[in-house]
């Protein structure tokens, strides 16, 4: 029994064969599928962490870049204020030159000269050395008598007549006695070399002339 038994099996080897080949082949394809999708999906795990790499990367360029920009603004802020706080301390600087220098003409101009003062020799000195000064740090006068009024460089003080004009005016005016030209100087302007006015001057002008009524 066992003998025909095992030769109905030997008949059928034939047909089983092929089929277990071909699940064998169908089995060795599936496993290379899935060992293939297995190494893409390793490929695509390292492409991903190479992308969070750079992004990561990126945002600390990015946060570096901004970091760079904002001290660069802020030491360019900081600069403007210590070139603002500068200017403001050498105008002021200016400012108290001109005060004292203003202080000494007035004192020599109203001085008794009938009589021999040595500090009047003192204070002229110390004229000359102001106004030195004032050259190097670029301050120079503003020239105004016999020009035309500008209220740019002058503010005006007082109007006089033509008449009056002509009696105020020193010897050797080459100046024209016309509406708006200023005649007298009360206090001088100043001004930069390169034409920033420090101080305006005050000034004394021709008054317009009045229109002749019909």
Same mark, same amino acid.
Request: charged content about 25%.
């Given at each position: 029994?066992? +003998?025909?038994? +095992?030769?109905?099996?030997? =008949?059928?080897?034939? $047909?089983?064969? @092929?089929?277990?080949?071909?699940? %064998? ?15 893409? %999906? ?11 790499? &750079? ?5 600390? /360029? ?8 904002? *001290? #660069? ?8 204020? !210590?070139?603002?706080?500068?200017? #403001?301390?050498? *105008? ?15 004192? $020599?101009?109203?001085? !008794? ?12 000195? +110390? =004229?000359? =050395? ?9 301050? *120079? @006068?503003?020239?105004? &008598? ?10 005006? /003080?007082?109007?006089?007549?033509? *008449?009056?004009?002509?009696? #105020? $005016?020193?010897?050797? +005016? ?7 030209? $200023?005649?007298?100087?009360?206090? #001088?302007?100043?001004? &930069? ?16 002339? @009045?229109?002749?009524?019909?």
């Amino acid at each position: 029994m066992n +003998w025909r038994f +095992w030769k109905r099996r030997e =008949q059928a080897s034939p $047909v089983a064969h @092929p089929l277990e080949r071909e699940n %064998h082949a169908l089995l060795q394809e599936q496993a290379t599928f899935l060992k293939g999708l297995q190494t893409g %999906h390793l490929a695509l795990q390292e492409q991903q962490q190479e992308t969070v790499r &750079l992004v990561n990367n990126l945002a600390r /360029m990015q946060y570096r870049w901004n970091q760079a920009q904002t *001290e #660069k603004l802020d030491r360019a802020l900081q600069d403007q204020r !210590d070139s603002s706080d500068r200017e #403001k301390s050498f *105008e002021t600087s200016v400012h108290g030159l001109l005060v004292l220098l203003d202080d000494m003409e007035a004192i $020599v101009e109203h001085a !008794d000269t009938s009589v021999d003062n040595p500090w009047l020799g003192v204070i002229g000195q +110390w =004229q000359k =050395q102001i106004k030195l000064l004032l050259q190097e740090l670029g301050v *120079e @006068p503003i020239s105004h &008598l016999g020009t035309l009024f500008d209220p740019k460089t002058a503010e005006a /003080m007082d109007t006089v007549s033509k *008449e009056e004009a002509a009696q #105020k $005016v020193q010897s050797g +005016w080459q100046g024209i006695f016309e509406p708006y030209t $200023v005649v007298d100087i009360i206090r #001088k302007g100043y001004r &930069l070399v390169d034409g920033k006015v420090i101080r305006k001057a005050q000034v004394v002008t021709i008054e317009e002339e @009045p229109h002749a009524s019909n």
